[in-house]
């Protein structure tokens, strides 16, 4: 898991990080009415939209009247973080300067030392020894609690060393769960018995009209590694199929970085497809309206098929097979739950270490084998489907 330069990184940050442990220290206090609480969460953004349906379930445990919340979160999703109604304060890291610069590492450590937490949180199943770990051992508060995890995200060495940070470990089961069961087993453990994830809702609204047209779908070609994106090609042939059965406008959205992505889709595309092009153009919350009001979303396995779910509308996701069955497919099947189309290998579950050496410089084959007929044949299941709920709403 760990080259040589690796190794000898990870010590030089544990060894800084027990120097600012013994240097910082929390200010002694008195009892006090308000109990401090720190929620450590530094998932990308498609993770944290899963768990945003535990996310609200912590004012049950903790009540504004004896707790205050604080969430720490990672900087991609604040935007996100600073809209939800279930903390009192956010707080936010770079992952990569915290993990890469030393001062700036030292400086998020000083703020959660001088917070004075009581309580710290850290609800992630595969645990990072030098990120939610360590935060969790700096923060220095009488109750940490965490998840006995799995060793996706760190060896069983690093394991040893910050499980003793840690006052309670939830158990998890041994089992593969999706994301929502696993949210479910911590939340249980953490003391809420009867909880039972559901598909997360997306508690933000604000009025953002940029599409020209009421009836369009979303196509989100990108992906955090171009390795586990679908052709551009293939979603060409898609567009031109939906435009030709429906007669809807295509947005492809997208975030900053990806605006090659649009200009491959509308190269491959015939003249009179209509598309509209918003990749880049906007926020993580801009895109949640223009999701809300699609028709249907269709892309790779990104934020945006977890933020339609989150906004009730259809998605059709090219699944690859590093995380099958962890985030997607959900373990609730609903009509706006994200419909997987797989291309089924022997090497599932691979965690994204790709094991097909002739794909290390192109799409790997779990995604660039999913065929057009097999995506098609699902988007015409969903746009089917939702005809028959409009006939059905009408007859009513």
């Not at 690796?6 to 990080?17: G, H, Q, R, Y």
């Not at 699609?294 to 097979?321: M, Y």
């Not at 994200?338 to 779990?366: D, G, L, Q, R």
Request: contains cysteine; proline residues 4%.
């Amino acid at each position: 898991m760990y080259s040589l330069k690796s190794k000898i990184w990870s010590i030089v940050l544990l060894l800084t990080d027990s120097l600012i442990s013994l240097f910082y220290k929390q200010k002694v206090s008195g009892a006090k009415d308000i109990q401090k609480v720190l929620i450590i969460r530094l998932d990308a953004i498609g993770d944290s939209i899963i768990w945003l349906d535990s996310a609200k379930e912590f004012r049950k445990l903790y009540p504004s009247s004896h707790y205050e919340l604080t969430l720490l979160c990672n900087q991609v999703w604040l935007p996100i973080a600073k809209q939800l109604p279930y903390f009192d304060n956010v707080l936010s890291l770079h992952k990569k300067k915290f993990h890469r610069n030393l001062v700036y590492r030292s400086k998020i450590f000083k703020k959660i030392i001088s917070s004075n937490f009581d309580i710290g949180i850290h609800p992630t199943f595969s645990r990072e020894f030098h990120y939610g770990d360590s935060l969790i051992r700096i923060c220095k508060a009488k109750q940490r609690i965490g998840s006995i995890g799995n060793m996706s995200n760190i060896t069983h060495f690093l394991k040893g060393i910050s499980d003793k940070w840690y006052t309670k470990l939830i158990s998890s089961n041994s089992e593969p769960l999706m994301e929502l069961d696993r949210n479910t087993e911590f939340m249980r453990g953490l003391g809420l018995e009867n909880f039972q994830s559901s598909i997360p809702v997306w508690p933000i609204k604000i009025d953002y009209h940029k599409p020209t047209t009421n009836n369009y779908f979303v196509i989100f070609p990108g992906a955090s590694n171009k390795k586990r994106a679908w052709p551009s090609k293939y979603f060409s042939e898609i567009i031109e199929k939906l435009q030709l059965r429906t007669g809807w406008t295509a947005v492809i959205c997208g975030g900053p970085g990806e605006e090659d992505i649009g200009k491959e889709i509308k190269c491959h595309s015939k003249e009179n497809t209509v598309i509209l092009d918003l990749i880049g153009k906007t926020t993580i919350i801009e895109l949640g309206e223009v999701i809300r009001n699609s028709k249907l979303l269709i892309g790779n396995e990104t934020s945006a098929i977890h933020l339609a779910a989150a906004v009730k509308v259809p998605s059709v996701c090219i699944l690859g097979g590093g995380h099958y069955g962890r985030f997607i497919p959900y373990s609730i099947d609903d009509y706006f739950t994200p419909k997987a189309v797989i291309n089924k290998m022997n090497c599932f579950n691979c965690n994204w270490h790709c094991t097909h050496e002739k794909y290390n410089k192109s799409i790997w084959p779990c995604i660039s084998n999913v065929t057009i007929n097999e995506v098609w044949k699902e988007v015409l299941r969903i746009i089917e489907k939702g005809e028959d709920r409009h006939e059905n709403k009408s007859n009513v």
